[in-house]
């Protein structure tokens, strides 16, 4: 569909397998469903490493994003977490990550109550309620040209 999209002149750039989406993608997506999108089972190489490995295959994560209908993009999104001290280990060597600042991440992974995190909300679900234009109107101390600190 995005691929369709940019031949017909909606989408400045087409989609390629294995990249994320971006903002235009995901709201040219949402426009044209009448209710909320699932996408899942994103490419390994475009997700954190925390992200749990899909069970059915290595190449994707276990990581879901609901788009909004009627353009408005991304409602929310959430991923299923590395349960496994010695896999989420294996990551950040992998990336070359200072265990340093991956201490609180495997110190949850090693307990119990860390490992059921799912998911997390996103403005676009206040925009789509509220009947905005645009996400960056749901921020209440946005970041403009004259004003960096709210």
């Known amino acids: 569909m995005l691929n369709q999209a940019h031949k017909d002149g909606h989408l400045e750039a087409p989609f390629e397998y294995g990249n994320d989406f971006g903002s235009p993608d995901e709201t040219w997506l949402s426009s044209q469903f009448d209710r909320p999108v699932m996408v899942h ?15 059915r295959t290595r190449a994707t994560r276990s990581a879901w994003t609901c788009l909004a209908p009627e353009g408005y993009g991304e409602d929310h999104r959430g991923s299923q977490r590395v349960s496994s001290f010695e896999l989420l ?11 340093e600042a991956s201490s609180g991440t495997l110190i949850c992974a090693a307990t119990e109550a860390c490992r059921t995190r799912a998911s997390h909300g996103n403005r676009g679900a206040v925009a789509w309620d509220c009947g905005l234009d645009h996400v960056r109107e749901t921020i209440p101390f946005a970041r403009t040209l004259h004003r960096i600190y709210p």
């Open 41 to 55: 089972r994103y490419p390994a190489d475009v997700k954190a490493f925390y992200m749990e490995p899909d069970p």
């Open 89 to 99: 280990n294996e990551r950040i060597e992998h990336h070359k990550l200072p265990k």
